[in-house]
Nanobody, 129 residues
Framework: QVQLVESGGGLVQAGGSLRLSCAAS????????MGWFRQASGKEREFVAC????????YYADSVKGRFTISRDNAKNTVYLQMNSLKPEDTAAYYC??????????????????????WGQGTQVTVSS
């Protein structure tokens, strides 16, 4: 099993930046593809970004492409989400997730909630205009 704990959320003005971290427990972190999702109040949880085991392969939602960067440090059992040029519409609770069930060729990226087995508790990001 993997336990995930997010941190780094907060209040930021539009145009600002935040870096979210997700620390994973367990010795098999490098066996999991990782993802970030977000959920705004009253809306469904949506995909933000995902990253392969080694970090070589990534994939982003169109809404964050070019502004957000996902990365991982397997030595530290941590995945990051660098968020730049933040917009009020980025306001949401952000969740990291882990999965060992995904297409290793990366043709079909794990970008649906059902693709993931483990979830963190979330960290709130609020972007003011």
């Amino acid at each position: 099993q993997v336990q995930l704990v997010e941190s780094g959320g907060g209040l930021v003005q539009a145009g600002g930046s935040l870096r979210l971290s997700c620390a994973a427990s367990g010795r098999t972190f490098s066996s999991y593809a990782m993802g970030w999702f977000r959920q705004a109040s009253g809306k469904e949880r949506e995909f933000v970004a995902c990253i392969s085991l080694t970090g070589v392969r990534t994939y982003y939602a169109d809404s964050v492409k070019g502004r957000f960067t996902i990365s991982r440090d397997n030595a530290k059992n941590t995945v990051y989400l660098q968020m730049n040029s933040l917009k009020p519409e980025d306001t949401a609770a952000y969740y990291c997730a882990a999965t060992s069930r995904y297409d290793k060729s990366w043709v079909r990226r794990p970008r649906e909630t059902k693709d993931y087995d483990y979830w963190g508790q979330g960290t709130q990001v609020t972007v003011s205009s």
